[in-house]
């Protein structure tokens, strides 16, 4: 049944959600990172490897809050 009041035709297809890659690589980078900083920080005799590894987790994990918050 057509609607004698709209103007315009409804979208053909449903809109691609924001930043569809973005979420699970920064997923995969984050889960990286933390077993890479959980094997440097207890093998490798240097703390600041394992804080690299650490700092990015931490990074990764606050770009997703971010993301999940921007686009809920």
Same mark, same amino acid.
């Given at each position: 049944?057509?609607?004698?009041? &709209? ?9 691609? =959600?924001? +930043?569809?890659?973005? =979420? ?6 984050? *889960?990286? @990172?933390?077993?890479? !900083? @959980? /094997? *440097?920080?207890? %093998? /490798?005799? !240097?703390?600041?490897? +394992?804080? %690299? *590894?650490?700092? /990015? @987790? %931490?990074?990764?994990?606050? @770009?997703?809050? /971010?993301?999940?918050? &921007? !686009? =809920?």
């Amino acid at each position: 049944m057509t609607d004698p009041y &709209r103007s315009t035709e409804a979208p053909a297809a449903a809109p691609e =959600r924001p +930043g569809g890659l973005l =979420r699970p690589l920064l997923w995969l980078v984050l *889960f990286l @990172a933390a077993a890479t !900083n @959980a /094997v *440097f920080s207890t %093998v /490798v005799d !240097n703390p600041w490897i +394992g804080s %690299v *590894f650490g700092l /990015v @987790a %931490v990074l990764c994990a606050a @770009a997703l809050i /971010v993301h999940h918050r &921007r !686009n =809920r």
